[in-house]
């Protein structure tokens, strides 16, 4: 296949991939925003929830579209509870003092991990697609006659990751307006700001946290959800994504929203340009590098805010 | 009325606060006078929970509100401007103001009764608070804590680094606050800026809480100040 069709096929890919890291990504930065809690089992809510959808799906059976959106529901909504309740009984009783918040997240990482191991086994498990249609991308080639189109072979995508893309830019818009415009946000950014203020003017901080800490777990459990179908459940699929989104939430700048969704949508196209083009392992290295460079020569991010 | 009995309280292991008593009643002015580190700062921590009492009570009302969590105690009606303003600054000026909503529940009457006292606030809603001047910050800090409607209200050095005219101003939202019955404590330095409108004041040395004498003695024998505030 020619650059041209190769390269949409990159920015297909890259996309689907971009939207999935950036729910991810979103996740953990409100976590760190907020909380100030650098959340390690981050990647394990991420396969809670692909877990818990491939549950769901063989639970409910019947037409997947059905089983899917149900999973779409419980598997964010239990994640988002689990998380919680990790707050409230682990974190919050440290007083979210950065080292062992950093330990004690180490310790429901593997919790999650072996449970999961444990009660769902090691094989990785497919969940199937709502909707699949697949249909070709034209493309144009110059001839004597001018321009024509044709339908090179190979150069498609299906109407899932179509779905997945918008899916969750949905998400982030509606996250993006429930931050900025409701009560809840308010309380949210000013705990952000000042946590003894915020207490000042009425804002029960603890609850705020507990919530946030679910809210950052159910969004990368949605990802999850989302992709799934398109990349199978397995118990040890949490170890990329947290990476991934730890790079994205660096150089986007720790607790931006607007800096992680630009990092998650960039760092999401160049794997999947550079993993059609080159390898798969060399967009990882790229990205790692990329990240050295960030915290050399701008340790607070591209959108974060120098530390005075 | 706003009590303190033999207040004991710290930061970690460093005690700051002992045995201080004092008394907020509704429609006064106390002033808290004493030199930097004497505790004053701490005391209105302590009211608000953001500092955790180990050992006195404090009552607002009759009620004990020395046990309760940070975040219940401006809903019995305490409102704070703390030291330095302390605003949301990266929230707009209207959003600073609908967190002290929050609240109240005041709505839109409390709302437009605070920017009417803070008239320059009006056409700066959208603003960024961070990026308002001193005065215009200060003005923000004391028109959110009206937003709770407090019963008390904790002002922690309102003058500082603020002209004279933005002084004056301050001075008479906090004089209109005590004649509608606001018991209100107020921390300052600058002794000369505030004794006029005391009706009470508390000397606070070493953590500890001194004399109270009116206001009116402290106006005719300059002394006492010497002794608590002078250098």
């Known amino acids: ?28 930065s409100l976590v760190f925003g907020v909380m ?3 959340n390690v089992a981050h990647g394990e809510f991420f396969m809670l929830g692909a877990v818990l959808a491939w549950a769901v799906a063989s639970f409910v059976g019947g037409h997947p579209a059905v089983s899917f959106i149900l999973a779409l529901i419980i598997a964010p909504l239990l994640v988002g509870i689990l998380a919680a309740a990790a707050d409230i009984l682990i974190l919050k009783r440290i007083n979210y003092d950065p080292e062992n918040t950093i330990v004690a997240t180490i310790g429901i990482l593997y919790i999650i991990q072996q449970m999961t191991l444990i009660t769902y086994g090691p094989d990785a498990r497919p969940v199937e697609p709502p909707f699949n249609h697949r249909f070709s991308i034209p493309w144009f080639e110059y001839t004597e006659q001018g321009y024509s189109m044709y339908w090179p072979w190979g150069l498609g995508t299906t109407s899932y990751k179509l779905f997945v893309v918008a899916a969750a830019v949905a998400v982030i818009v509606l996250l993006w307006l429930a931050i900025s415009r409701t009560k809840a946000g308010l309380m949210m950014r000013a705990t952000q700001l000042d946590r003894d203020m915020a207490q000042s003017f009425g804002i029960p901080v603890d609850r705020v946290n507990a919530i946030v800490f679910g809210v950052g777990a159910a969004l990368a459990a ?18 990329e994504p947290l990476l991934l989104a730890f790079i994205v939430v660096i150089i986007g700048g720790l607790g931006s929203l607007p800096g992680t969704i630009v990092a998650a949508v960039f760092i999401g196209l160049s794997d999947g340009i550079i993993s059609i083009f080159f390898a798969p392992t060399l967009a990882k290295i790229l990205s790692t590098l990329l990240v050295a460079f960030v915290l050399i020569f701008r340790p607070q991010g591209l959108f974060g805010k120098a530390v005075r | ?15 700051i606060l002992r045995d201080v008593s ?11 006078f004493g030199r930097n580190g004497a505790g004053k700062t701490t005391i209105m921590k302590a009211i608000m929970g953001l500092v955790r009492t180990t050992a006195g009570v404090i009552t607002l009302g009759g009620q004990n509100i020395s046990r309760l969590r940070a975040d219940q105690i401006p809903k019995c009606g305490i409102g704070y401007i703390p030291q330095g303003r302390r605003l949301f600054s990266e929230l707009t000026v209207e959003e600073n103001i609908e967190a002290g909503l929050l ?3 005041g709505g839109q009457v409390v709302k437009q009764r605070v920017l009417d006292m803070f008239p320059p606030l009006k056409s700066r809603l959208d603003q960024q608070a961070g990026t308002l001047s001193g005065g215009e910050q200060q003005m923000l800090a004391t028109a959110r804590a009206l937003a709770i409607e407090p019963k008390v209200l904790l002002l922690d050095e309102p003058t500082e680094g603020l002209q004279p005219s933005m002084i004056e101003q301050i001075r008479n939202v906090v004089v209109q606050m005590r004649d509608e019955g606001v018991a209100v404590i107020l921390v300052e330095q600058r002794v000369d800026a505030v004794l006029s409108i005391a009706n009470r004041v508390t000397f606070i040395e070493n953590g500890y809480s001194r004399e109270t004498l009116n206001a009116s003695v402290l106006n005719s024998d300059k002394s006492l100040l010497d002794k608590y505030v002078g250098v």
């Open chain 1, 36 to 38: 100030r809690v650098v």
């Open chain 2, 22 to 32: 004092l008394e907020a009643k509704p429609g006064e002015i106390l002033c808290l």
């Open chain 2, 103 to 105: 609240v109240s529940n």
């Open chain 2, 1 to 15: 009325m706003l009590v303190l009995d033999k207040i004991n309280a710290g930061y970690g292991s460093a005690q």
């Open chain 1, 222 to 239: 949605l990802g999850a959800v989302l992709i799934v179908p398109i990349q199978q459940a397995h118990y040890l699929m949490g170890g």
């Open chain 1, 1 to 28: 296949m020619e650059f041209g069709p190769n390269l949409i096929i990159a920015l297909i890919e890259g996309s689907v991939q971009a939207a999935v890291l950036t729910l991810i990504a979103v996740g953990l």
